[in-house]
Structure formats: structure tokens, C-alpha cells
């Protein structure tokens, strides 16, 4: 048998060395790939000669800004000592008579909310609900939200905020059939139904410094979860024995 010389030797165990090496490395956590990446593709402009139609300007949707008359400042721009049934109560006297709009209000409710002394003294007995604080323009400072029931499950949601000289300021009114209305974040999230059975409409409202108000900026219609089907008395569920 040959015997390989000194040197070639050595280099073959360096060889043999090296790969081992890289064996061992491969399972020490590194990167490994995961497959092949599909091709991004970008949204694809169909008919590009055709002229589009002219979009007016967009219509921002939400009350303007509006200053509440009749109460007094408030010091620190602390909202939280602001009584909700008083702030509701001032601007039916600033808007009296006023069935549309964002001060718009059934008669039968305007009676009721000017008989309240509290906002929910008893469930039911004021249309005016408990207030929810939630920072809302990101000043650092709550924002109080108010709701006011309507007949027919309707229901006015209200957002104020008071300025630095402690003026209470309305940036939000909006009336609406509502299923349910949620705080995230900086959002005020309104739940309606839509046009379509089985839907619902779900609209954000967010703070837009240029306009100083609240405005609707995302919409989105989701498909209700379909009711749990109840079996009949004496018919047997699923899964029950015969």
C-alpha cells in the first residue's frame, strides 16, 4: 500500500476537519432557509386609458367644532368635574327647539333631560348616560364622552374637551341606530347596522388637529356571527344519546 506523503496527509485531516466544522455549525441556531419566497406583485392599473370620473371634495362628515354656552370654565382642563347632565341640559338651552342636526333631539327626550338631576339616577329614568374619559386628542387630558339614548334604540354619542382657557368644546356629535359603541386607543368606535341583513357597519372616529374635531376616518363592514341554533324541546342535540 502507497502511504501518502506528510503533507498531502495533513491537508486531507484539514479537510476532513473544516467540513465537520461546518456540520456542527449548521445546528446552533443560525439562519436556515425556509423555501422558496413567491414574487411580490403590485396592483395591476386595468384600463389605464380610460378617464376616470371627477371626485368632488371630500365632505369631512363631522360636526364643526362648537364652544358649550352657559357653563362656567373649567380649571386644569379637568373634565372629570364637569356634571354630563348639566353640559346636555346647557346646550338644549343654547339649541332649543332642534329635532335634526347635531343638536337635533325628540321632544319627548329634550322633557326628559331637562327633568334629570343626574346623569343615570336610576336605570332608565334619564336619558343621559354615565360619561366614559378617555384622552382622545392626545393633549394629555381627558376628553369626557357622553351618550344620550333616543327611542327606538338611536343614540346621540358626544365627545367634549376644554381648551386652556377652560371653555368646554364639542368635537364630536354624531346620532345614530346603535349597536355599540367602544373606546380604542384615541378612536371613539361606533357599531350600526348596515344596509345589508347579516352586516354591520363599524366607523372610527379619530381627532384631526387641522380641523380641531372629530372626524369618521375608517369604515368597515364586517358579517355578523350567526345565532347558536337552540334544538327543539324534547328533540335530542348533537352528540345526545337516542
Request: hydrophobic letters at 40%; charged letters at 20%; proline letters at 12%.
Amino acid at each position: 500500500m502507497r502511504i501518502p506523503p506528510p503533507r498531502a496527509g495533513a491537508v486531507l485531516l484539514l479537510a476532513l476537519l473544516s467540513a465537520l466544522s461546518l456540520t456542527a455549525c449548521g445546528n446552533t441556531g443560525g439562519l436556515a432557509s425556509a423555501g422558496p419566497t413567491p414574487t411580490a406583485s403590485g396592483p395591476v392599473h386595468l384600463w389605464p386609458e380610460r378617464k376616470g370620473a371627477d371626485v368632488p371634495p371630500a365632505d369631512p362628515g363631522g360636526a364643526p367644532p362648537e364652544y358649550v354656552q352657559g357653563l362656567p370654565r373649567v380649571a386644569d382642563q379637568n373634565v372629570h368635574t364637569v356634571d354630563p347632565v348639566a353640559l346636555v341640559q346647557a346646550e338644549l338651552r343654547a339649541h332649543p327647539g332642534s329635532v335634526t342636526g347635531a343638536d337635533g333631539m325628540p321632544a319627548e327626550t329634550a322633557a326628559a333631560i331637562r327633568a334629570c338631576r343626574t346623569a343615570q339616577e336610576e336605570p332608565g329614568a334619564c336619558p343621559v348616560l354615565e360619561p366614559y374619559y378617555r384622552d382622545l386628542t392626545g393633549n394629555g387630558r381627558d376628553e369626557v364622552v357622553v351618550g344620550v339614548e333616543f327611542p327606538d334604540k338611536m343614540m346621540s354619542v358626544r365627545v367634549y374637551t376644554a381648551d386652556p382657557d377652560g371653555r368646554l368644546n364639542r368635537i364630536m356629535a354624531t346620532t345614530q341606530t346603535v349597536i355599540a359603541v367602544e373606546l380604542a386607543g384615541r378612536d371613539v368606535i361606533l357599531r350600526v347596522p348596515s344596509g345589508n341583513p347579516g352586516y354591520e357597519l363599524i366607523t372610527a372616529w379619530s381627532w384631526d388637529e387641522k380641523q380641531r374635531t372629530m372626524l369618521p376616518t375608517r369604515e368597515q363592514i364586517v358579517r355578523m356571527p350567526a345565532p347558536a341554533r337552540s334544538t327543539a324541546a324534547g328533540a335530542p342535540g348533537i352528540g345526545a344519546a337516542p
